[in-house]
């Protein structure tokens, strides 16, 4: 979508959007944009900026507010799309578009909070104070497993700052955010103010970031292609906010409340098929409640209904397509090779519906070693690695064994122990007896380490990549203060 319009791409080449839990459902077909489209995407944003960036910031809060009254009324259809094109449950995408939904309306709450800070001048008769303004254009790149709520984090607080936006949605979920610029429009933001292109492979990732008119790049996404974003952006001398990949641990002490354990891990580790850059995938057990964690574990993780997300009673959907299906089972050999123990799964589903989409089943392996690949790298599908601890320095060691630093969980009553973890644990999210899953939209989102450059998305948080911050000074003393000198200048004289 250019200046407000869909129109083909130049390259006149078209993809399909598949439902990966039914490849003869098709969603729909998109234009793969190439580099003159993505100029073009870039030159609408850029002549829009001032017919944006020229409205208050509460009428444009108006827009974003009406947007989030559409993207409620609309909750269901657009949730059964996300299920359509991702596979997640109808369930689990209905809180992904209420995320949505809670950002726009936190946005429109922060649109009449202070934005800026008054601060105290060294001289009297002197005052400071700062603004926030737009970056101008925005290009935001969103990862398929949260086509939503991922997208409105960043989009939403871009729009209130001013900017206007360049946006490329996965080619594996391409149809919900569309919908989502469709309501932007229907709300009634100036065309041309969001851009959308479409498409597969580098080099469109490339030119947006590449580009010299874009100055602000949101990415999520893996490491491996967030640092290639951060090289590029890089020599353009961009800002970047980058949330990438996860290896997220939960610890359980041996003092914690078992069943509510079992149940933020089973939830951590297999909700949205183990897709988020927030599952868990490394499960920390305290050695006096490892049998009788694993056993209650087990139990409850064989019970959980796996098929296409549209079915109420399905709890797991599919791999989001074959090639990431094949990279998992290929862990899993490793898995194996490198000497853990298969406990549970390991397989891809086969018979039935099954064929129709690319399942696979929930898969934990025990006996695992912190060196081993299965317990270093971000896997991200269903894929558990159990590890053993005899205390909770180990624990920690454990949990921090790793390049990544996202989310981490831990379940103790012990106050003591918590606050320790909650101290020591490297990670931008740590959640006390939860699950390293379930973040809230107005709360900082990031990783530390790999798993980010420093930028959070969420909350006020967001404005640090979506707003150029001035420092202004009004000097209304009638004479010349010079700073950092008169002050001292005066007291030599006395
Ligand atoms: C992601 O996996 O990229 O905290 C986002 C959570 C969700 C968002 C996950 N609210 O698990």
């Given amino acids: 979508m250019i200046e407000g319009h869909w129109i083909d791409s130049k390259s006149g080449k078209i993809f399909e959007n598949r439902n990966p839990a039914d490849v003869g459902d098709l969603i729909g077909v998109f234009p793969e944009s190439n580099r003159e489209d993505i100029k073009s995407a870039i030159k609408s944003a850029v002549k829009f900026r001032e017919v944006w960036s020229e409205k208050t910031v509460a009428e444009r809060a108006d827009i974003i507010s009406k947007f989030g009254t559409l993207l409620n009324k609309e909750k269901e259809s657009i949730a059964e799309v996300i299920t359509r094109e991702n596979g997640k449950t109808l369930k689990e995408a209905l809180g992904e578009v209420q995320e949505g939904i809670d950002t726009a309306s936190f946005a429109f709450g922060e649109a009449r909070d202070n934005l800026g800070v008054t601060v105290p001048s060294e001289f009297s008769g002197k005052f400071a104070y700062t603004t ?8 935001i790149i969103t990862p398929w497993n949260f086509p939503v709520a991922i997208l409105c984090w960043n989009l939403i607080p871009a729009l209130l700052m001013g900017n206007t936006i360049v946006f490329k949605p996965s080619p594996e979920a391409p149809a919900a955010a569309s919908k989502v610029i469709e309501l932007f429009l229907e709300a009634g933001i100036p065309k041309g103010v969001i851009n959308i292109v479409h498409g597969v492979g580098k080099n469109i990732v490339e030119e947006i970031v590449g580009n010299p008119d874009i100055r602000t790049i949101s990415f999520t996404g893996s490491t491996r292609v967030g640092r290639r974003v951060a090289e590029i952006a890089g020599r353009n001398l961009k800002r970047i906010g980058l949330e990438l990949g996860g290896k997220n641990p939960q610890i359980v002490l041996g003092d914690a409340d078992l069943e509510n354990a079992v149940q933020g ?20 057990l305290q050695e006096n409640i490892y049998d009788e964690f694993l056993e209650l574990f087990l139990k409850q993780v064989k019970k959980l209904k796996i098929g296409n997300g549209l079915d109420e009673k399905v ?22 090779k490198e000497g853990a123990e298969l406990l549970l799964g390991g397989k891809r589903i086969r018979g039935d519906n099954y064929d129709k989409g690319y399942f696979l089943e929930p898969t934990i392996f025990t006996g695992v070693d912190s060196k081993m690949k299965i317990a ?66 107005h709360l900082p989102f990031g990783g530390f380490k790999n798993s980010g450059n420093g930028f959070r998305e969420g909350g006020k948080w967001a404005y640090e990549l979506y707003g150029e911050i001035k420092a202004v000074t009004i000097d209304y003393s009638k004479k010349l203060q010079k700073a950092q000198i008169d002050r001292f200048e005066d007291k030599r004289k006395d």
């Fill in 265 to 284: 891990a089973v939830w951590g580790a297999f909700a949205t098929t183990g897709q988020r850059c927030t599952s868990t995938s490394r499960l920390l």
């Fill in 132 to 139: 926030v303004n737009p970056v101008g254009t925005v290009g």
């Fill in 376 to 441: 270093q790298e971000e896997i991200l599908g269903p894929v558990l690695s159990v590890i053993k601890i005899c205390d909770f320095e180990e624990g920690i060691e454990i949990a921090n064994d790793v390049d990544y630093g996202l989310s981490s969980s831990v379940y103790t009553r012990n106050i003591d122990l918590a606050m320790d973890a909650v101290e020591r644990l490297e990670a931008g999210m740590v959640y006390v007896n939860a699950p390293t899953i379930g973040a809230e939209c």
């Fill in 315 to 336: 709890e797991i959907g599919p791999i989001i397509n074959e090639s990431r299906l094949k990279t998992i089972l290929q862990y899993i050999e490793t898995g194996k």
